[in-house]
Structure formats: structure tokens, C-alpha cells
């Protein structure tokens, strides 16, 4: 079995760091903010997502920049926090025995026409009950916490003032200068009584802060409050886990880059895998492997706008690539191919886990699986919407390429750097190309080598099954003549590769459970009997496996324990339903945060659960 990780020991570093899942997102379509239960914002990067930070205490809680607004009194409060039903405006209350302050934090959707530097941010506070003292410091740390800025203060706020970037901090209570490049203020409100801020961002270094109340506030809250009621309303979704799904879709809105369409892995980076090791990457970037999920569960929740978007931004990487150009695994959020991988030295990380880095050295690598999940999501948009005959031909210029490389190995889906290997599920997804490429041209009617595509994808099944198959362990293993199992597998009937209750497939999964699985937490490889991923340490169970195997025990027929593992895994969401990558042996939240691959195969699962109980009889379902 895996080693498990023991609970480390609570240290003045802890202390300095909320738990990862202890935030809440807001955001605008652009670019998102972590607020946490705290009342602090320590995650926000202008601006755009994949911008350098503002706020980063996230990666080191002196130097990365922080604002927050929370009470003066620490002893004896507790804290509470939610979304205002049915939007991504987020509330957190403060609860004590002098009084209960409320704070709503969210940021007004960023209109078409917008200038990309202009961003607008809303913090007030309430007071429910009682009298509280509140303190608000706002201290940003520009690019990373590696430019200066110049600090400015006026009658109704005060202004920041870097090399790239300004902020204006429109306050409805006078502030000083903290003597730390930042502007902050103590004030008491009693019961019923309000305060705001207001932080606007943009490249006008004339820029000032300007009067703020409460007719401003309501006019931005009910504005920001009816755009995400009305886009929630297209949810099609009303099963048995609508909260959930409905969650994670409001989520995913927020991690679309509205400009291009893409949706970014998550807002963050460098959040570790293991507290303390190397496991850090920056995921504010868009993966190929994530396309098909997304089209699908998108389409299937009845979201066809975004759907829209985010093929325009899938068109926009193939266009550049040029004739026969290779896909890599990884484009930014506006389809560029550049993303050198850079260390910050200078940031603790978090929790002192370091390093810190921006950008992502894999997009560099051969993942042969890329092909498949591109021609998986185009077959799924196909059926909705059809293909061009000029998009056709470049899909088959990929195929030509293909044709002639899926035989090598790769660095497959865990992007693992220890060396290459002729890995199980590459093999797959290559399988998947040749299979969804014969559909699509069988049912548009293109032109299409079906002879050569079907003789491929026939020699890639039996290579499959003969190769990737290991008699002894009675399972599908990682890689060709490995031993070791991975929750990849479980892909094998996700994909259709194989029936689910196929007996090869029935010993995969309980070999899956047996080696890789805490119930209902699964590894995605042991690292230790695994091929080389060329790092040390361990890390957590990665969500993503967790609801795939959900969905392949429904598909198997084993709804009951589906169910139970699909229930208890909606318990390791955090207090506002959001995921991050992993989840650590004793329960706490590890990785980069929020996760879009994991609230997509959430949603993935909580469908395919509802619609395995929907073709039984209740009565039935009830006796099992």
C-alpha cells in the first residue's frame, strides 16, 4: 500500500498561512482574487489570471502583498463564509460577543470594451449586531513582490503607484500610511452601520480614488448579483446534486479568460503538492487534456456560449501552429506557445515550500495523448455544431503527423520528468484520435484515409491489450512492461476503449482500489513503484481519479458503492464547495486552487450517477 504523509506539526509557519481551502474566489472573467475566512485577500494577479501578482501572501505572508479588512478583536471570533445564492459574490461574517460584522467582497464583470488594465474590486462591510472595531490594511506588492511603488494618500482614499501598474483605494474612512508601503485604517461601526473600498486598477498614473457609498455599492451589487443569476439560469442541470454541480459550473465561469474563451487549470501557482517539497507548478494556464471534459460537461449543462468560446480559443492554437506543426500540451490563455519556466527566489513559497515558479517547463515535452483529447473534443462539437471543411483538413494534417509518431514514448499525462516511456494511456488517447476521426468522417461526410485510420487504430488496440496488459498483476499497468498501476486506467472505459464491465476492466478497477485507493481517495501512481517522475517526495490523492473512478464504478454496474464514494467525496469540498488538485492524507487541501479538472470531473460524475439511478426503478435503486 502507499505510504501515507504524517499531519505535520502546527509551527509559526502554519500560523502565518491559512489552510489552501480556508479561500473563497471572486472574480470578473479576466482575473479572480483569494479571499480568505480571515477577510484577507492574498491571492490577485492584474491583469489578467496569468499576470504577476498584486496580492500574493499566498507565497509568502511578509513580502507578498496582502488586503485585508477583518476585526481588531482576534480572541473568541469565529468566522463563517458563503456565496450570496446562486453568484460568485462572497460573504464572510465575523461572529463574536460584542457583535457580528459581515463582509461582502466581489468584482463587477468586466464589460466588452474595457480597457485590459482597468479592473474594479468591491469590499463593504456590515454590521448585523453589536458594535465591532475593524482594521483595513491594504498593502499590494506589484510584479511579484519585485517592484516598488509609490504610496499617496487623499481625502477619500489613497492611490499605489508601480512602474506597470496603478491602484486607486476609494475608501469611505480616512487612511493613513502604514509605514510599510501600504494604506490602512482602524474604525468602529455599530450596529447597522457600513464601510467601503473600493480598489479600481489601471495603467493612468493620473488615476484617483473618488467618493464612495452606499448607493454606489448597491448599484454594483445588484448589477454583479443579476449577471451571474441570469448566466446560472442556463443550467439545464437539475438532478440529485444540482448545489454541487451548479458550484463547480459558477467555478469553472470564473476561470474562463472571457477575451480568448480558454480556461485556465486554476488561478494560482506554486501551491505544493506536498507541504515543504518541490511539487509546485504555476497551472494558470490551458491544457489540452482538459478540452474534452470541458466541451462535454459544458455542452452537457447546457452552457453553448462558453462552449463557443473556448473552441475559438482551441482554433486559435492550431491556427498558429502552421502546416504540420506539433501540438504541445500547454497554451496560455491567449494561445501563445511561450511559457519559460522561471524560479522566484525571492518568495518563501508557501509555507515555505519552495521553489516558487511562473510558467510551466512541460509545455515543452511530447505528450502523445494531446491528439486524442483534441480529436475527442472536436467529434463532441461536431455533433452540436458540425466542422468547416478547411478545419477538417488541418485536423487531418495532425492525423498525417500522428500517424507517423504514436509509436514513441512520451511524458505522458503526468508530464513526469524522470524520461520517457511508451505509456498505456498516451497509447490510448492516440487510439481515440484514429477512433473519433473515423466517426467524424463517417457522419459529416469528409474525405478521409478510413482504410489507413482503421488499420492504425486496430494495431493500437491490440498493441494495447497485448502490451499493456499484465497477466500476472490481472491488470492494465502504467506503462509497457511495467508492473505498476495507474489511476489513468480508469480511462480505458471513460474513452469507450473498453466495456466497463469488460473482465480485464472489472480487475483493473479493484487493482486501482487495492493498491492506489483510501476510500474514496485515489492516488493517481505510487511514486515509489511508478515510473520516474524525477522528483522527490510524495503527494496527495489527486481528485481528478477520485471521480473517475465514481464514474467507472457506475459504468461497471457497482452503483451503490458509486454513490457512496461520489457522497463522500463532495465532503472534501471546502466550506464554499470549491476543489483544490489533492487532498492530503489527513483531509486538508493541497495543490493549486481552485481546480478546474476537478470540478469537471465532478460534474462529470455527479451525470453519470444520475442517469445510472435514472435507468433503474426507485424501488429497485432502494433494495440494492
Partial sequence: MLKTQPKPTPSTIETRYLPIEDYGMIGDLTTVALVGKNGSIDWCCLPDVDSPSVFGALLDADKGGSFRLAPVEQEDVSTKQMYFPETNILITRFLTHNGVGEITDFMPIKQKGTQRYEHHLVRAVHMVRGSLTFQVTC???????RDSHILQLSEHGAVFRSPQLTLALSSSVPLNDDGQGGAQATFTLSEDQSAFFFLDSSQDQEMRPHPVGQELYNAQFTKTRHYWRHWLSQCQYQGRWREHVQRSA???????YA???AIVAAPTTSLPETIGGERNWDYRFTWFRDASFTLDSLLALGFAEEAEAFIGWLKKCLNSLGEGGELQPIYTIRGNHEMPEILLDHLEGYRQSRPARIGNGAA????LDIYGELMDVLYVY??????TYESWLHLCQQLDWLAQHWQEADEGIWEVRGGTQHFLHSRLMCWVAFDRAQRIARERGFPAPLDEWQKISTQIYREIMEQGWNEQSQSFVQYYGGNAVDASALLLTLTGFIEARDPRMLTTIERIQRDLTHMPHVYRYDVDTAASDGLAGHEGTFNICSFWLVEALARAGRLEEARLSLEHMLTYANHVGLYAEEISSTGEALGNFPQAFTHLALIRACLCVDEAINKIA???YLSL
Wanted: aromatic residues 6%.
Fill in 259 to 261: 477575451p480568448t474563451g
Fill in 139 to 145: 498593502r499590494p506588492a506589484f510584479n511579484y513582490a
Fill in 618 to 620: 426507485p424501488h429497485l
Fill in 250 to 256: 459558477l467555478a469553472l465561469k470564473l476561470l474562463t
Fill in 364 to 367: 515543452t515535452q511530447r505528450q
Fill in 382 to 387: 461536431s455533433r452540436h455544431r458540425g466542422l
